[in-house]
């Protein structure tokens, strides 16, 4: 398969995870990606990895809460590449808090993070995706769409992230430009991984497991990359300012 011949995809949050695996995929199917990242030598493996594979691929090291790194990440892109056919804003941060003990620090951080971020490159992104009628494929959660316990932050950023989805899919519809979100759930990634040792104390289990799969498994990264590489090219043409769940009917 090859749906990527000739287009150039930025990936944010390419280091590990959903934007690592959405990367590898997008350049198996010959797309020339632009791994974007705050790990400078995570994201440089990335890139490294899809290139000794075969594939094509460049790494900049880019803070998504940052302004200046953000618009000059997608400068440079357009000076090496000369276009940008598709965003996908996958970068994102996850924490567990009681809601009482929730600092305005890290609420920031995670809205930060997860919904000003994705605004801000989706900013910098579009004047060049209205000129290649390009995609953008935001990863939200099922955190968005249900209720989550101990995610207050993270759910907020993600239903955000929904909502932005949504506006700049009608806004921009008629110039070609298609929008969407994914919402996965329980994605074995190092995010998860990370945030899984740092739950809050005196919490319940059985809620807690209310955001877990059906049958308490984890999905691996690469089962959301696939949903990415499909709404980021011209395959999801008549799809627009929706979102698909990759859950495994978690939400059913």
Known sequence: MSRYTDKVVLVTGAASGIGKASAERIAGEGGKVVCVDRQAEAVEET????????????AFVCDVTDQDSINATVAATIEKCGKLNALCNVAGVLRFDHTLELSMEDF????NVNARGAFMMCQAAIPHLLETKGFIV???????????AWTLAYSASKG???????????????????????????IETPMVEAA??????NVDVRLFQKGALPDGSFAPPSDVASTVAFLACEDANHINGDHIRVDGGLMT
Not at 47 to 57: D, L, T
Not at 108 to 111: E, I, L, T, Y
Not at 138 to 148: M, Y
Not at 196 to 201: K, L, N, R, Y
């Open 47 to 58: 890139a490294a990895g899809i290139i000794a594979s075969g594939g094509e691929a460049m």
């Open 108 to 111: 920031d951080f995670v809205m």
């Open 138 to 148: 935001n990863v939200s959660s099922t955190a968005a769409l249900g209720a989550h």
């Open 160 to 186: 955000a992230l929904l909502s932005m989805t949504k506006c700049i899919a009608v806004e921009y519809m008629l110039e070609g430009l298609n929008c969407n979100a994914i919402c996965p759930a329980a």
């Open 196 to 201: 899984a040792h740092q739950i809050p104390e």
